[in-house]
């Protein structure tokens, strides 16, 4: 085997996420859903929208719902503060921003590192999670961000815009 190939190889087995917090918790996402993360900033409320969605902010000339990722993954929520961030993501083909306590940093983990979840981790429903990553002395949950919301929801966050 060349050396490329091994390289290569190495490569594709490592996850390139963005890591956050909720409550005392640290998550990941994918780094390839991330857009941009940006400072809280004011926010738009809209009527009748889900009890989640915190409202929607305008991006470069693009509407986009903001929401409380405490909120829908069943957490208490929290008063904003200077280190409150909102991760900009794509999510099938929708942009959505997630209200998070803090963004942490942007990690490179082997697969290796990674294990399916227990049933419930941190109250959070494993079907959010795609795995969790065991790193020195903490864990890292990481979110599918494809199934937080059902087919429904992600229907009528489109029509929020």
């Given at each position: 085997?060349s050396?490329?190939?091994?390289l290569?190889?190495?490569?594709?087995?490592?996850l390139q996420?963005?890591?956050?917090?909720?409550e005392?918790?640290?998550?990941?996402?994918?780094?390839?859903?991330?857009?941009?993360?940006?400072?809280?900033?004011?926010?738009?409320?809209?009527?009748n929208?889900p009890?989640y969605?915190?409202?929607?902010?305008?991006?470069?000339g693009k509407?986009?719902p903001?929401?409380?990722?405490?909120?829908?993954?069943?957490?208490n929520?929290k008063?904003?503060?200077?280190?409150?961030?909102?991760?900009?993501?794509?999510?099938?083909?929708?942009?959505?921003?997630?209200?998070?306590?803090?963004?942490?940093?942007?990690?490179?983990?082997?697969?290796s590192?990674t294990?399916?979840p227990?049933?419930?981790?941190s109250?959070?429903?494993?079907?959010?999670?795609?795995?969790?990553?065991?790193?020195?002395?903490?864990?890292?949950i990481?979110?599918?961000?494809?199934?937080?919301?059902?087919?429904?929801?992600?229907?009528?966050l489109?029509?929020?815009?």
């Amino acid at each position: 085997m060349s050396e490329g190939r091994i390289l290569k190889q190495e490569y594709d087995e490592l996850l390139q996420l963005v890591s956050f917090n909720l409550e005392k918790e640290e998550y990941g996402v994918d780094i390839l859903k991330v857009r941009e993360i940006n400072k809280m900033m004011q926010l738009t409320k809209v009527p009748n929208s889900p009890y989640y969605v915190e409202g929607v902010i305008n991006l470069r000339g693009k509407i986009i719902p903001v929401i409380d990722l405490r909120t829908k993954l069943g957490m208490n929520k929290k008063e904003y503060d200077k280190n409150t961030r909102i991760i900009v993501v794509e999510v099938e083909d929708k942009t959505l921003g997630f209200i998070v306590d803090q963004v942490s940093e942007v990690l490179r983990i082997p697969k290796s590192v990674t294990e399916a979840p227990p049933e419930l981790v941190s109250g959070v429903d494993s079907e959010y999670i795609t795995s969790v990553g065991k790193l020195d002395d903490r864990l890292l949950i990481l979110l599918d961000l494809n199934k937080v919301f059902t087919n429904e929801q992600k229907e009528m966050l489109t029509n929020i815009n």
